[in-house]
């Protein structure tokens, strides 16, 4: 990835429109990549728009957003939905799309399969970022399959490229679509929290959402095994709830004898996450599925330890990082080594972890990407 923007031929600013089931306020890995590709395209001089839904799904009170609004240039249409949010049917989307150069759509969900579907009818040059496809759970998990080798095999076609969110998302993916396939991994806003950890600290800290997939129950279970074998440890699990509760997970840690060495905080800010991260030493994730890992990123340009399970996209981000460790969470057993071998683990010095993390993870080489790809197709349907 360059550190510098591209110069190409056809540089005149782009009309975008992003569409993406959820956006600001929202809060989550999608969201970020959404909004921060969105600011940098604004920076560069392209008119950019957002269209989402209306409500945010994890909102108790489901308040309803407003049909428009502008955020740091970015121009926001949200559209009305039902059904369900696995699902969400939003037909309402083709009306809000404006005259955009292309569509960029993120996820593969409702949306992604009703632009494709109606194509030929609204005539936009479409691509997409598969952020993980709907492979994050294992629900329903054989009609997925049989999903995504016929149906979405069949829409991809309307796509004029298609951007993998991740290594297992580009093997996936290259399994129905053979031509047009890039990996453009999501970039990390890697200044958000830059060297705010405290090394000294025996705290881990998990950030992120509280989904089945990120493996909170395995967490705490091991950390319980970490207490038996070093009492001074500490963890904080903080996030939006999204079918696990902290009731859930203060109870279980209740029940294994350390609730006063768990703390829990409900859908932190940024500021909040960063008073969390002042005193911690360690990130921490048990996730089972990963497309890409945002948040263990952010840990690490936050100068915290990635302690990470052992599924591939992990072992990909501790190999780009160069320090790090790998545990299977599933194993009790591994926690007493990492509490053995924690005070002779090393991480780089604070410069080169900094270099290390903006260099591979950094914005600006993936919203480089971006445009290549938006030129590319655009080029490709001559215009």
């Known amino acids: 990835m360059q550190d510098t923007p591209l110069h190409m031929p056809d540089a005149r600013p ?34 950019v728009r957002v269209v989402t839904l209306d409500t945010i799904f994890d909102d108790p009170a489901a308040r309803k957003l407003p049909h428009a609004e502008m955020l740091d240039g970015i121009e926001i249409r949200r559209v009305p939905w039902r059904g369900s949010k696995r699902y969400p049917l939003a037909p309402g989307v083709l009306g809000v799309l404006g005259t955009p150069d292309l569509v960029h759509v993120h996820g593969v969900d409702f949306l992604s399969d009703y632009l494709a579907l109606t194509q030929p009818v609204h005539r936009r040059i479409l691509i997409l970022s598969t952020h993980g496809g709907f492979f994050h759970t294992p629900f329903a998990g054989r009609m997925k399959l049989l999903y995504f080798n016929s149906i979405t095999r069949a829409l991809l076609t309307r796509y004029a490229g298609v951007a993998a969110s991740s290594q297992s998302d580009f093997e996936r993916f290259a399994q129905i679509r053979h031509r047009n396939l890039d990996l453009i991994e999501n970039g990390v806003t890697v200044d958000k929290f830059r060297g705010l950890a405290r ?6 800290l998990y950030f992120g959402r509280l989904a089945p997939n990120k493996g909170l129950a395995a967490l705490v279970a091991w950390f319980a095994a970490l207490v038996a074998a070093d009492p001074d440890w500490r963890l904080i699990v903080a996030g ?10 203060r109870a279980q840690a209740a029940a294994l004898g350390i609730a006063e060495r768990v703390e829990t905080v409900d859908t932190p800010s940024d500021a909040q996450i960063a008073t969390l991260i002042g005193r911690s030493s360690v990130y921490a994730s048990a996730s089972t599925y990963e497309g890409f890992g945002l948040a263990a ?10 302690l990470l399970n052992d599924i591939p996209p992990f072992r990909r981000t501790v190999d780009g990082l160069g320090f790090g460790r790998i545990v299977d969470f599933a194993d009790p057993a591994t926690a007493p080594a990492f509490a053995r071998d924690w ?9 080169t972890i900094d270099a290390t993390v903006t260099g591979r993870f950094g914005w600006r080489g993936h919203v480089d990407a971006f445009e290549a790809l938006y030129r590319r197709a655009l080029a490709s349907r001559g215009r």
Request: aromatic fraction near 4%; charge should be neutral; charged fraction near 15%.
């Open 240 to 249: 939006r709830p999204m079918g696990v509760t902290l009731e859930s997970l």
């Open 199 to 204: 090394r000294d600290a025996r705290t881990i």
């Open 14 to 47: 782009l009309a975008i429109t992003h569409v993406v089931r959820q956006f600001h306020p929202g809060i989550g890995g999608m969201e970020e990549c959404v909004l921060q590709l969105a600011r940098y395209q604004v920076a560069g001089g392209h008119r």
């Open 343 to 351: 005070p002779s683990l090393t991480m780089p010095d604070a410069a």
């Open 297 to 306: 990123i952010e840990g690490a340009s936050a100068h915290l330890y990635p």
